[in-house]
């Protein structure tokens, strides 16, 4: 006897309230405000904001990219390009750019302490838009040419990346806090005299 439409439906409903995580499992991941499975950095669960933005950097630049492989997969190189071929490609970008705002925010937040480093997570910022947009096939290039064409920007995000960490953790090697502002025992000095 085969399974109905409906206990199929059914079980599949099950299993799917079974996998996804209660409604009140919302947290902050790396300065994002997610789920405990966070689409956005997903290797960067529970760390500070700049290793969310790193990681969303990777990640997000990713997606697209196999968004595009999967225009050229049905298309082919010259057509993936032409009218609506290019819409799966288009609408990633426009929902990584913004998927990336409260990464890059609170990553820039974070790196405030070093103008440099907030130049070069700028920087950082920019090549990733550019890389994004940069995923279309150029005419006349071979597969081969456009495949090591899109890999070749995980290898400047990960020098910038590297250059964006060395200045933060100098910085915060030889910036000693301040000493806490002796406000309490002005206060307290103030009430026991009165």
């Known amino acids: 006897m085969r399974p109905s439409i409906r206990t199929a439906l059914a079980v599949a409903a099950s299993l799917a309230a079974l996998a996804s995580p209660p409604a009140d499992a919302q947290r902050m991941i790396g300065g994002n405000p997610g789920p405990a499975y966070n689409y956005v950095c997903p290797n960067a669960d529970g760390g500070p904001p700049l290793d969310c933005y790193y990681d969303a950097v990777r990640h997000l630049y990713t997606m697209c990219r196999h968004v595009k492989s999967i225009e050229i997969i049905e298309w082919g190189y010259e057509k993936a390009q032409e009218g609506v071929n290019q819409a799966k490609s288009d609408y990633c970008i426009d929902k990584q750019r913004g998927n990336m705002v409260k990464p890059y925010q609170a990553a820039l937040k974070e790196a405030a302490i070093s103008k440099q480093a907030v130049d070069g997570l700028k920087s950082l910022n920019e090549a990733w838009q550019l890389a994004l947009v940069d995923l279309r096939w150029r005419q006349g290039e071979t597969s081969d040419d456009y495949l090591t064409r899109t890999v070749t920007p ?30 309490a025992k002005a206060a307290a000095g103030g009430a026991a005299k009165k």
């Not at 290898?155 to 910036?175: C, N, P, Q, S, Y």
């Open 154 to 183: 995980y290898l400047d995000f990960e020098e910038r990346i590297d250059g964006i960490k060395l200045i933060v953790e100098t910085v915060r090697a030889h910036v000693k806090p301040l000493p806490a502002a002796p406000k």
